[in-house]
């Protein structure tokens, strides 16, 4: 009890006005299992700030403590530098990453009544749901049972849902999962606008690379319920240092081990790697990678094996994760 | 701005209206019932004759009488007599006890009787006992006197023997009345057996009387036979049921078993609301456990109220003996709502535990079917009585809500009964629903509305 009146206080005392959300050593057991182990971050206002991490890394379960859902077995969350427990709930706006949605209702039905929940005006509440609904295309389904709308429309309504009553932070929680293209597209400028014309504190959580690459700020790497590196996509990619990717499967799996001891011989590799998965993707960062390859391809060959595919592509965030964990995102 | 409540029961009556499922069991499940009950049992059967025990109840007001016997007098009971060989009396040849006799007030006989745990109620008139005396004295003198003619032609030089006194004539008259009600076929069997027990007892008394005189003149039985008029018995039918049928017994029941589907659509509805997720969306917002409690009460209430009003318009439709006029109609409205509260809290205890919509909605019938049956609901159900407590005759049964509520439908609907003659009903209805209310909310709120 002591400690923890102790170590909210001393986060209170260094907490400046530039943070939206700040989370001191949060922990979530469950028996022998700790989902989230010591997490510890500031999320600064205005920010959109990527959580990126695979399936069950814990994600989910640092948002739920976030925002009240779950409580935490250990640590504390403050929002605005205050307790979470004394902030208005109407401060955050969660979009969960399954589809939470009232089948029955209509889209506008659904979003009234949210609005209903966060005390809205009934005035405010229909300006929103037409703004929502215009921002987000679904003008013309506004009175469309949710239970007829495409997997795409309910997505979309599950992030209108969130926001419906304005919150200063949004937290979604794999917003695009299953989105076709051009829904996610459709849905990055929504919460680029969200961010850019709102002014609002986005918290995005995904395990799409590309996603938390092209619209986070800043992105938390996390896996096993750990904090593993922290910083903005372009910074987080320079830590692997630089030049491109190239990745290769061999015929023979086996003599991945002979392959790369020869490759490290090579002028203009800088590092390479066996992606412990599978596939047994070998992958290599070189400078200048394009006028390498013939020789990679010859050496290859020269161990009685052949390349069986090869791709060049640029670093990339799950280069980053692969280069942390030894292991890829979608494991 | 809306307030809370308001809108989430708004919320889900849409979603109820809109998911025929939903529809399909609060509504054309329980008139599919109706409909089969009212064809099954719309008019009087002769069901219900085989040798199991009627329960009755007689109501003893007979005053007794003196009477003299060689120069001595003797006070007696017959009516005391007559209830002894009722409980005594079995069917030939076996020992099934033909009546099961209940020990309650006239009141609580009539009560029983209109909610036919009773099949039937006689009273033993005042001047029973006078009566047996009457029939006694006039079998004696009739034995006594019919040697007469006899004697004369034998050339006897008296008429009677010495000392030979006739017994005095009275011609006191008495009838016993069977009271139930005649469209029940368990009255109808229980009518012919008690009126054929009184014929038997009329005849022991004939006989005995005619023994006694035997005894006395030393003279052979003859084929007297006095007059049989003294006792009588005659059939009342229950007030307001002279025409009804086990389907108007039956049909407040479905009126009740309609509500206690609401058990599983109610555990079925929150069940999905937090099964869906939506229930942590609406946790995140500002409302309140209230908003969400009252909100799921208030929406049930108005479907109760829709189960009560179109299943009371079937009935009556298809020939259910309504009783009173919009005054019973309202005051059954109100008695069907607290009979909707309760299986309300109990769907909110259900929606406590289950981990889904599907259990949800199975448990919710598995528990609503029997608990149908054991409020009567559908048959009236053997006599299992607990005590008696305001005048009232309490059954295991009455235990349950619904029972009370079903009972309490039955006086208004059925007999045009106002709010004094129910509120026993309704007042034991509410406290039982109180309590598990409290429990069903109290069980919901911690499992279900509180962080995880």
């Keep these: 009890m002591c400690s923890d009146v102790r170590s909210t206080k001393q986060l209170s005392d260094n907490t400046t006005d530039a943070y939206a959300l700040e989370a001191q050593g949060l922990t979530k057991r469950y028996g022998d299992l700790v989902a989230v182990d010591d997490l510890t971050l500031q999320i600064k206002k205005g920010e959109i700030f990527g959580f990126l991490g695979p399936n069950g890394a814990g994600k989910t379960t640092s948002i739920n403590m976030m925002v009240g859902l779950l409580s935490p077995t250990g640590g504390t969350v403050l929002i605005n530098g205050q307790d979470r427990a004394r902030v208005p709930k109407r401060s955050i706006g969660i979009c969960p990453q399954e589809l939470v949605l009232w089948e029955e209702l209509t889209c506008v039905e659904n979003l009234v009544v949210m609005g209903d929940m966060y005390d809205l005006p009934r005035a405010v509440t229909n300006e929103r749901v037409g703004s929502l609904l215009a921002s987000l295309a679904l003008s013309d389904k506004a009175k469309t049972r949710v239970s007829q709308l495409s997997g795409g429309m309910k997505r979309r309504l599950n992030v209108a849902l969130a926001v419906i009553h304005n919150p200063d932070i949004v937290v979604l929680d794999e917003p695009s999962a299953g989105l076709d293209p051009q829904s996610r597209l459709l849905l990055w400028d929504f919460v680029r606008s969200l961010k850019n014309k709102e002014r609002k504190t986005i918290i995005l959580t995904t395990h799409a690379m590309e996603e938390a690459d092209a619209l986070s700020d800043r992105i938390a790497i996390i896996d096993h319920g750990k904090l593993l590196q922290l910083d903005t996509p372009g910074n987080l990619k320079k830590t692997i240092g630089s030049g491109d990717i190239i990745e290769m499967q061999l015929a023979d799996r086996e003599k991945n081990e002979v392959v790369m001891a020869d490759l490290k011989a090579v002028n203009g590799i800088l590092e390479i790697q066996e992606i412990n998965d599978a596939s047994g993707t070998i992958t290599i960062r070189a400078l200048n990678a394009v006028s390498l390859l013939p020789e990679i391809i010859e050496r290859v060959d020269a161990t009685r094996t052949r390349v069986s595919d090869i791709s060049i592509r640029e670093n990339t965030l799950e280069d980053v994760f692969i280069y942390l964990t030894g292991r890829g995102l979608r494991e | ?452």
């Design chain 2, 1 to 452: 701005m809306t307030v809370k409540f308001l809108s989430l029961a708004i919320k889900a009556l849409k979603q109820t209206i809109r998911d025929r499922r939903s529809l399909f069991f609060l509504l054309l499940f329980p008139i599919v019932f109706m409909i089969i009950f009212a064809f099954a049992f719309g008019s009087p059967s002769s069901l219900g004759t085989g040798t199991a025990p009627h329960e009755i109840a007689v109501i003893n007001l007979d005053q007794g009488a003196t009477v003299s016997t060689n120069n001595t007098t003797e006070r007696i009971n017959s009516g005391v007599n007559f209830t002894q060989l009722l409980e005594n009396i079995t069917y030939a040849q076996t020992d099934t006890h033909m009546f099961t006799l209940n020990n309650v007030s006239a009141d609580q006989a009539l009560a029983m009787l209109k909610s036919r745990s009773l099949d039937a109620v006689i009273t033993i008139p005042e001047n029973f006992s006078q009566a047996v005396v009457s029939l006694a004295n006039a079998s004696a003198r009739a034995e006594t006197t019919s040697d007469i003619g006899l004697r004369v032609i034998n050339g006897s030089t008296a008429q009677l023997p010495v000392n030979t006194t006739l017994p005095k004539q009275s011609n006191v008259t008495a009838q016993v009345i069977v009271e139930g009600d005649t469209g029940s076929a368990a009255f109808g069997a229980a009518q012919g057996l008690i009126f054929n027990v009184l014929q038997q007892y009329q005849g022991q008394i004939q006989a005995t009387a005619i023994r006694q005189v035997d005894a006395t003149l030393a003279q052979n039985q003859s084929q007297s036979n006095a007059s049989i008029g003294y006792i009588s018995a005659a059939v009342q039918p229950l007030t307001g049921t002279r025409s009804l049928t086990l389907f108007d017994y039956q049909a407040p029941g479905l009126i009740v078993f309609a509500l206690l589907m609401q058990v599983s659509s109610v555990a079925q509805d929150l069940t999905r609301e937090s099964d869906r997720g939506t229930l942590g969306r609406l946790k995140l917002s500002n409302m309140r456990s209230f908003d969400l409690l009252f909100g799921t009460l208030l929406t049930w209430i108005l479907i109760a109220i829709a189960q009560i009003l179109l299943l009371l318009g079937v009935a009556v439709a298809l020939g259910f003996s309504w009783a009173g006029g919009a005054n019973s109609i309202g005051l059954a409205v109100l008695i069907g709502i607290i009979g909707g509260i309760a299986s309300i809290s109990l769907g909110l205890l259900l929606a406590a535990f289950t981990t889904n919509e599907r259990q949800a909605a199975q448990l919710g019938v598995l528990i609503a079917v029997p608990v149908s049956f054991l409020t009567g609901a559908f048959f009236p159900l053997p006599n299992e009585i607990l005590g008696t407590a305001f005048g009232t005759t309490f059954q295991v049964y009455d235990l349950l809500p619904w029972t009370q509520v079903a009972d309490a439908l039955r006086q208004v609907l059925i007999f045009g009964s106002g709010v004094g003659a129910v509120a026993v009903y309704v007042g034991f209805a509410i406290v039982l629903t109180a309590i598990l209310f409290v429990v069903g909310v109290i069980s919901y709120s911690r499992v279900r509305l509180r962080p995880e």
